[in-house]
């Protein structure tokens, strides 16, 4: 969701990188702008509450015009899709080291209590010294206050590949669905493909509920 641009703080000289809700999605009246609006400042909320190396860090969040903005601090690197695609499959070794960061970034959000519920390569980060740091808390729900657990259009938040049974079925949200999508993201850093992939969102849901994974 939005757009994300680096940018420079002359006030503070500093790099950072500035999140943008396109005006085309915000402009006009109806259902669909008003729930972006509200993903973007939850995201803006919700990433400001856990202070933790492995999440990114908020400097600011606002509005201009119809604009809306969270200004971010700046990353190096790439994302772990990237990263993946350059180091396929990864080393048993990597892929722990992977895992034990994200375990740890997981923790610290589920102690808010917050559920990522997008948990992907892309939304990973890989900086050069080998750390990680989540991206998008966008569509993360708050669990004791938000139980929104549909798009406007009512389709399940998150990615098909990577979706927990229960976030398919658009039920109930925990920290285990996090756990699912971290258990799918290390089965793919070792084996290079997902578990479960199909040419249609709704085949690829299927297949989560229904198969079970071969073996790496």
Known sequence: MGQVWTAYDKRLDRRVAVKLLRPDKVAGPGTVAEELRRRFVRECRVTAQVDHPGLVTVH?????????????????????????????????????????????????????????????????????????LVLDLGVASVMDTDTTRLTSTGSPIGSPAYMAPEQAMSGAVGPYTDLYALGVLLYELLSGDVPFAGSTALGVLHRHLYEPPAPV
């Open 60 to 132: 600011d969040a606002g509005s201009d015009g119809d604009e809306l903005y969270l200004v971010m601090g700046y990353v190096e690197g790439s994302d772990l899709a990237d990263h993946l695609a350059a180091h396929d499959p990864y080393p048993w070794p990597w892929a722990v080291a992977v895992a034990a960061q994200l375990c740890a970034v997981l923790s610290a959000v589920h102690a808010v209590p917050i559920v990522h519920r997008d948990l992907k390569p892309r939304n990973v980060m890989i900086r050069p010294d080998g750390t990680v």
